[in-house]
T-cell receptor, first 112, second 113 residues
């Protein structure tokens, strides 16, 4: 069945280092979404990418959608302790686009 | 801002009890979802609803049922709670459409003893 895979599962960085998480779908996606969940919190929508090759930035966060619309990445420049959390990617379910297919998430820890 | 509220942040129940988890949203969204979240397993969809009285099974519906009598309210029911249903339960809402994004409630951490 349709799957969305995320790597790495965990990442531990020193404050100030860069961080990247990758998301790969088994099928072409009409869009991909990224969410962040702080420790003890709930997932919060960050961004949605729709176009092939699209790149969007939010301050130190850069999101990319691959040309084939099957993969995506989130890059954080110069991490801060406020970036700690789990980052999830998700795309529409091909069989029922009311549902999302979620990656398992990448947990980011930042050493001050 | 979308507001999604859940009836309890923490809940402790005994095995065999019937458990009701409620979710209320104030943004008139058509779609509502119940997920459970366990370490290492990500977000798993239990049930969702795209209209009043309409529901569809998600990936792990066994042991659960749902009710949506009003558009703003979506309830998750554990008919007979078991210890393997100890988990974080997250409600989410979203509008219809292929570019739908989801808005989550704060979650209910359920412990079944």
């Amino acid at each position: 069945g349709q799957q969305v895979m995320q790597i790495p599962q965990y990442q531990h960085v020193q404050e100030g280092e860069d961080f990247t998480t990758y998301c790969n779908s088994s099928t072409t996606l009409s869009n991909i979404q990224w969410y962040k969940q702080r420790p003890g919190g709930h997932p919060v929508f960050l961004i949605q990418l729709v176009k092939s090759g699209e790149v969007k930035k939010q301050k130190r966060l850069t999101f990319q959608f691959g040309e084939a619309k099957k993969n995506s990445s989130l890059h954080i420049t110069a991490t801060q302790t406020t970036d700690v959390g789990t980052y999830f990617c998700a795309g529409p379910n091909a069989g029922n686009n009311r549902k999302l297919i979620w990656g398992l998430g990448t947990s980011l820890a930042v050493n001050p | 801002d979308v507001k999604v509220t859940q009836s309890s942040r923490y809940l402790v129940k005994r095995t065999g009890e019937k458990v009701f988890l409620e979710c209320v949203q104030d943004m008139d969204h058509e779609n509502m979802f119940w997920y459970r979240q366990d370490p290492g397993l990500g977000l798993r969809l239990i049930y969702f609803s795209y209209d009043v009285k309409m529901k569809e099974k998600g990936d792990i519906p066994e042991g659960y049922s749902v009710s949506r009598e009003k558009k703003e309210r979506f309830s998750l029911i554990l008919e007979s709670a078991s210890t393997n249903q100890t988990s974080m339960y997250l409600c989410a809402t979203g509008t219809s459409g292929i570019r739908e994004t989801q808005y989550f409630g704060p979650g209910t951490r359920l412990l079944v003893l």
